[in-house]
């Protein structure tokens, strides 16, 4: 058997995945503390189609970055001004993007597809690109992250084109703080485009909230209780390393813990009875079942050995991790004329070197040098 030909690793196989199992030739071992990342044996990789690491997770989850700009400029994504855009020649072109998708879904096991940024909806041919991703055989689950604003516009041909949901960024419901923390006055514009993709469809609308100390950390309860009223899901996200300015400061974030203690006080939250796989939300049943809200503890308790994602930056680049320290360049190769079993080979080599872990608590640990906006969230 050639590399790359061998069968798709089962789900009961993905289930062992971190535990002290042996998939075919993957010897899984037990992830223990994250480390630091080292060059991963090629050698070593054995002959399965699947994006299997090391450690024996397989990553089924592409994220997708379109986009590196941005309509907002949330103070811990991106600076006020001066970051560098990515330059157009290097952006890969709409059809460039649904060839690695298609890459993604047809050889490499890729089940689901989120779309991010940077701002994915200003993104021209985002509709096409999602469109060409729904005719996939299999056909991936699809989703979206966006900051909202053109949701109003665009929610009908998302749902039209084949999108299933989105994910909507809301740090608050106060204007003056929407201005503080984004720097743009579009609140309403956001609620508009929560609303106008509830109408669409594009169900269940979840939503995404930061909570920063000294910001807006007494929103959790208003946020939550906003939510519930919208029939929308909030997912409280603990604010990470990855803005620009470097200025993360680990005692000044809010903590799922802290999240969890004021949600308390205002609910009643008994835990969800889904499994949770690879998802990162640690979920709750709020007040009984008038809805659902997740906490999603990438700091004080790192999902690392559940971690099922690849993401593909809108340059042409394969990060196995959003703290990634290295990348892997797949648009050269692909401009170059690299056939589709070459460029999963590349994509293949690249899950194979994946970190056990983010290694935030590492003595050692460096932010990455792109920003969150440029990874894509
Ligand atoms: N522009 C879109 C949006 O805001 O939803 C998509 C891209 S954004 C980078 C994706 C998600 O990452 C958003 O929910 C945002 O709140 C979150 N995010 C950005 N920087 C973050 C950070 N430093 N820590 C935690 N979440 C962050
Ligand atoms: Fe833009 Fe989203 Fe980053 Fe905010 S979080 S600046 S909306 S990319």
Avoid at 235 to 251: G, K, S, T, V
Avoid at 351 to 362: E, Q, R, V
Wanted: hydrophobic share 40%; net charge negative; with cysteine.
């Amino acid at each position: 058997m050639l590399p790359g030909e061998g069968r798709f690793l089962t789900a009961a196989h993905k289930e062992l995945s971190g535990c002290a199992a042996t998939l075919g030739k993957v010897n899984a071992v037990p992830l223990g503390m994250p480390s630091v990342p080292r060059a991963a044996e090629e050698s070593t990789r054995p002959d399965e189609r699947a994006l299997i690491d090391r450690f024996g997770r397989i990553a089924t989850d592409l994220r997708v970055s379109v986009t590196d700009r941005c309509n907002l400029r949330c103070s811990y994504c991106m600076p006020a001004e001066g970051l560098d855009w990515l330059p157009g020649a290097d952006l890969l072109s709409g059809a460039e993007l649904s060839r690695l998708i298609a890459i993604a879904v047809r050889e490499l096991g890729v089940t689901e597809i989120r779309f991010t940024g940077g701002e994915p909806l200003l993104r021209k041919d985002i509709i096409d690109v999602i469109g060409a991703a729904a005719q996939l055989d299999p056909r991936p689950r699809m989703s979206l992250t966006t900051n909202g604003l053109r949701l109003p516009e665009l929610a009908g041909a998302l749902e039209a084109a084949g999108l299933d949901r989105v994910n909507v960024s809301l740090d608050t419901l106060r204007a003056d703080r929407f201005f503080t923390i984004t720097r743009r006055n579009r609140l309403d514009k956001v609620l508009d485009g929560m609303a106008a993709a509830a109408a669409a469809g594009l169900t269940p609308v979840k939503v995404n909230a930061v909570l920063m100390r000294g910001v807006n950390e007494d929103e959790a309860v208003p946020l939550l209780e906003y939510c519930l009223d919208q029939g929308y899901e909030l997912r409280f996200i603990e604010q990470m390393p990855l803005d620009p300015q470097h200025a993360w400061d680990r005692d000044r974030m809010v903590t799922a813990a802290e999240i969890l203690d004021m949600l308390g006080a205002a609910f009643e939250l008994t835990p969800h009875p889904a499994p949770r796989g690879g998802a990162p939300a640690e979920r709750w049943v709020v007040d009984g079942g008038r809805g659902s809200v997740g906490v999603i503890a990438s700091v004080t308790q790192p999902f690392c050995a559940a971690c099922d994602r690849t993401r593909l930056t809108a340059d042409g680049q394969i990060r196995s991790c959003l703290f990634a320290r290295t990348e892997t360049d797949l648009r050269g190769p692909l401009r170059e004329g690299a056939d589709d079993a070459a460029i999963s080979a590349l994509w293949r080599n690249a899950m194979w070197g994946k970190a056990a872990g983010h290694g935030i608590d590492d003595a050692g640990f460096a932010q990455p040098d792109r920003p969150m906006s440029a990874i894509g969230g």
